[in-house]
């Protein structure tokens, strides 16, 4: 049983003493003390700083190789975290570097940044003078977004990049080396490709199932140059606080649907495919004897692929029938044909109908 760690009254289960002493240190932080802390096999000093919330994004920026896209960052995408730094401010630190002119390079806390951004709230980052490998920064990074699962749309994003430097040859190899299955790489790319009209008015992009991907792939796909550019850009307009009124969510996936379904409705009807009866399917059989030509055997007349017809030789050599077989034609043909094959023949030869339904009084 998992021990509990208490400090100062409060009981936690299945926390570690050393995990709660790292949190304790954590919030007992002040802004100028300077700590030293591990960056991969070496310490260095790193220096609380509070970045106002009016100066976040003039003094700080996100480390480039940081593989959250940063402009799918909003209030829907980050409403895991959102409300909780409205309501007491940033509470965890991020890390970075500074440099000499007092600009600071995000490596984790992309997210908070944004939600500080977004709730007017100051922004709390350790930063280090210190200058570090650009792979050791992406690996900082790459640790920290651990905590959200990458979406569709930046896994599109990363595993793109990876097929044009040459890390994987083919989508193939990528889902092995990455562990995933080939449709979940399709797809993702598929969502990496949507139009960026769409992605910009999108309310959260990071959102965006399969479901909802593959569907605005369908609906669009056979659409008129222009046609899915103008009704995006009539969407333009659409401000996600009447979104939000108008389908009573903040959910992301609720009001990605309900933003599709305004655009679907600018969009021309997909075609109504209608159910074929059975009695109209293309597989049905005929049989009609015919004459016996001479050195007979099998007689291709049409192979189309889906409808085919034969002469053929049946029977034993005391009593040999040559058949016509007709397969893949629609009852409607079949009837046409029988009729006039019988014509011809003079009514007098027999005939067989070979599907699951009675034949229709016509045939007999």
Not at 57 to 83: C, F, G, W, Y
Not at 120 to 135: A, N
Request: aromatic letters at 6%; glycine letters at 6%.
């Amino acid at each position: 049983m998992a021990k509990k760690g208490t400090s100062q009254g409060i009981a936690l289960s299945g926390i570690s003493e050393a995990s709660m002493k790292e949190a304790v240190e954590l919030a007992n932080m002040r802004v100028g003390q300077t700590y030293m802390m591990p960056i991969g096999d070496e310490m260095a000093e790193f220096e609380l700083v509070r970045v106002a919330h009016h100066d976040i994004e003039k003094k700080t920026h996100v480390l480039p190789e940081n593989a959250r896209i940063q402009e799918a960052l909003n209030a829907i995408s980050l409403n895991d975290i959102l409300p909780s730094i409205e309501e007491r401010g940033m509470q965890d630190p991020a890390k970075g570097y500074i440099d000499p002119t007092g600009k600071i390079e995000v490596w984790n806390g992309s997210r908070r940044r944004k939600a500080c951004i977004l709730a007017k709230r100051d922004y709390f980052i350790l930063v280090t003078k210190k200058e570090i490998k650009p792979e050791l920064k992406r690996f900082i990074s790459d640790i920290a977004n651990q905590y959200k699962p990458f979406s569709l749309y930046e896994r599109g994003a990363i595993w793109s990049a990876m097929l044009e430097d040459g890390t994987y040859p083919d989508a193939k190899q990528l889902a092995e080396g990455e562990q995933v299955s080939e449709a979940v790489v399709t797809t993702a790319r598929k969502a990496f490709g949507l139009p960026r009209q769409l992605v910009n008015i999108m309310p959260s992009i990071n959102d965006l199932g399969r479901p909802a991907i593959n569907e605005f792939y369908k609906r669009t796909k056979a659409l008129k140059e222009g046609r899915l550019e103008d009704a995006l850009e009539s969407l333009e307009s659409v401000h996600l606080d009447a979104l939000i009124e108008e389908f009573g969510s903040k959910d992301g996936r609720v009001l990605n649907n309900g933003l599709l379904s305004k655009l679907y409705e600018l969009l021309p009807k997909p075609a109504v495919k209608l159910k074929k009866k059975k009695s109209d399917i293309d597989d049905q059989t005929a049989i009609v004897p015919v004459a016996i030509p001479e050195g007979l055997n099998k007689v291709t007349m049409v192979d189309s692929g889906k409808q085919k017809a034969y002469i053929v030789e049946e029977g034993n050599e005391n009593n040999k029938t040559a058949l016509i077989e007709l397969s893949g034609i629609p009852n409607a043909a079949l009837e046409d044909i029988y009729n006039y094959v019988s014509n011809k023949l003079e009514g007098n030869q027999e005939q067989i109908i070979d599907h699951e339904d009675s034949p229709s009084e016509s045939y007999q």
